[in-house]
């Protein structure tokens, strides 16, 4: 695939399932060896279901949240999600990336560079000062991408619980002004 090609835009209904076959295929390239294989087949064997979680996140504008999608020749090929962080401690103006997917082919093609900078100009345009992220504190190649972009762990951390372990989650920051 190449780079040329590939077209970053706000994602659409009809790119739900493309999506969430990105989704399901990111999951063992990206978390084999950090997750539980139980709950990365989980996630594999849930395709159909997160391709409607996602249709129904494009379809309600008002939750402030926003889908996009890079795609190459009209096929997705990543798929990120931002908004209004959830978190409790966070301050107004605070934005969350709340997931980033590539397919594995796309790695590492400066495609996940790319996604990232359309998302946070958009959270920088729409007002945000600041976006946040959450990472699995053990994923050193993801952690690496996000440092190399200038976001930095704010001290937060999270445990999640799953089926077969529980999963320790590093926050990560960085301003959207001024950049």
Same mark, same amino acid.
Request: glycine share 10%; proline share 6%.
């Given at each position: 695939?190449?780079?040329?090609? %590939?077209?970053?835009?706000?994602?659409?209904?009809?790119?739900?399932?493309?999506?969430?076959?990105?989704?399901?295929?990111?999951?063992?390239?990206?978390?084999?060896?950090?997750?539980?294989?139980?709950?990365?087949?989980?996630? %594999?064997?849930?395709?159909?279901?997160?391709?409607?979680?996602?249709?129904?996140?494009?379809?309600?504008?008002?939750?402030?949240?926003?889908?996009?999608?890079?795609?190459?020749?009209?096929?997705?090929?990543?798929?990120?999600?931002?908004?209004?962080?959830?978190?409790?401690?966070?301050?107004?103006?605070?934005?969350?990336?709340?997931?980033?997917?590539?397919?594995?082919?796309?790695?590492?093609?400066?495609?996940?560079?790319?996604?990232?900078?359309? %998302?946070?100009?958009?959270?920088?345009?729409?007002?945000?000062?600041?976006?946040?992220?959450?990472?699995?504190?053990?994923?050193?190649?993801?952690?690496?991408?996000?440092?190399?972009?200038?976001?930095?762990?704010?001290?937060?951390?999270?445990? *999640?619980?799953?089926?077969?372990?529980?999963? *320790?989650?590093?926050?990560?920051?960085?301003?959207?002004?001024?950049?």
């Amino acid at each position: 695939m190449a780079a040329a090609h %590939v077209r970053i835009r706000p994602a659409e209904a009809r790119d739900a399932i493309g999506m969430a076959r990105v989704h399901a295929r990111s999951w063992p390239a990206t978390y084999r060896g950090l997750v539980p294989d139980d709950v990365i087949a989980g996630v %594999v064997a849930q395709e159909a279901i997160r391709a409607e979680r996602f249709r129904a996140l494009i379809a309600n504008p008002d939750s402030g949240r926003r889908g996009w999608v890079a795609t190459d020749h009209g096929t997705v090929i990543g798929l990120a999600f931002s908004g209004p962080s959830r978190d409790a401690d966070a301050s107004p103006g605070t934005a969350e990336i709340d997931a980033i997917y590539l397919d594995p082919d796309a790695l590492r093609q400066g495609i996940g560079r790319q996604l990232m900078a359309t %998302v946070t100009a958009d959270l920088r345009d729409r007002g945000f000062a600041t976006a946040t992220l959450w990472v699995l504190d053990a994923n050193a190649s993801a952690r690496s991408f996000y440092a190399a972009l200038g976001w930095r762990p704010d001290g937060a951390t999270k445990s *999640e619980p799953r089926p077969g372990g529980v999963l *320790e989650e590093v926050r990560y920051a960085r301003p959207l002004t001024g950049t």
